[in-house]
């Protein structure tokens, strides 16, 4: 959605990912017009879906130009009072 960035992607990808995690949303796929109907994934199309209580992850990953590929897991914590 924000086009390439070179070098910045991968920062800019996990900041967008941090975010998620911290608004606990599912922010939707671009451009997906038709699923196959053999996928059984849950994927979020147009609007981002809130979700649920509880910990949860998710994955970044980054493939850049000369085969650079890299994934960071991030996790949410519940805050202790």
Request: aromatic content about 8%; cysteine-free; proline content about 6%.
């Amino acid at each position: 959605m924000t086009g390439h960035l070179l070098g910045g992607a991968g920062a800019i990808e996990s900041i967008f990912v941090v975010l998620a995690l911290y608004h606990r949303i599912a922010p939707p796929s671009i451009n997906i017009d038709d699923l196959d109907p053999a996928v059984t994934i849950d994927v979020v199309r147009d609007v981002a879906r809130k979700l649920p209580d509880g910990p949860i992850a998710a994955l970044n990953d980054s493939f850049g130009f000369g085969g650079h590929n890299v994934v960071l897991a991030f996790k949410s914590y519940e805050a202790k009072s």
